[in-house]
């Protein structure tokens, strides 16, 4: 899309600007289940873990997820209250992007590339620009937060593994 917005439009930009527009209604989420984890540091009873590294790790778990949920509720916000007010108050019909989710979505649709006035006018929008510039340096951050989850994960695994043995 940025490169779209410097160059000028393209034969694919009406794509482009439909795939980043529903980017953009898109927060990223995560569904990292702590039930059994919050059941063990409630019970008080982290104790019977002998390993002190293990517990250590348990213990400053929701730290390191808390900073991806962070991230999530700061996107979600972005959306809501920043995006979607944008999208309303520059007319721009979301039914070709909510139809990507709901299949059965009822409401006659025109998919966004096929309307070249609006491809041109978003693509010129300063506004727009900036919103995405945001947008994509958020996920940049969010992917980044991932990859310390994934190695925290990896590393209390190979703590568990290890005090298995």
Same mark, same amino acid.
């Given at each position: ?12 930009a /009406? ?7 529903? +980017?953009?209604?898109? =927060?990223? &989420? ?6 059994? @984890? ?19 790790q ?9 900073e ?11 959306v809501?209250e ?8 520059e007319?721009?019909?979301a /039914? ?7 299949? +059965?979505?009822?409401? =006659?649709? &025109? ?6 006035? @609006? ?10 620009r ?7 340096g ?28």
């Amino acid at each position: 899309f940025l490169r779209e917005f410097e160059t000028g439009p393209s034969a694919d930009a /009406g794509l482009v600007v439909e795939a980043t527009l529903l +980017e953009m209604l898109n =927060p990223q &989420t995560s569904d990292v289940g702590n039930g059994t @984890l919050e059941a063990l540091l409630s019970s008080g009873r982290l104790d019977i873990l002998e390993d002190r590294e293990l517990r250590a790790q348990l213990a400053g778990w929701k730290g390191v997820i808390s900073e991806v949920w962070d991230d999530q509720a700061s996107h979600s916000k972005l959306v809501f209250e920043t995006f979607i007010p944008y999208f309303v108050e520059e007319r721009i019909p979301a /039914g070709s992007l909510m139809n990507r989710w709901q299949k +059965e979505w009822a409401a =006659p649709i &025109t998919a966004l590339g096929d309307d070249p006035d @609006l491809v041109a006018r978003v693509l010129a929008d300063e506004r727009m620009r900036v919103l995405v510039q945001l947008r994509y340096g958020y996920k940049l951050h969010t992917a980044d937060e991932f990859d310390i989850v994934i190695a925290a994960v990896d590393a209390l695994l190979a703590n568990i593994e290890a005090s298995l043995n």
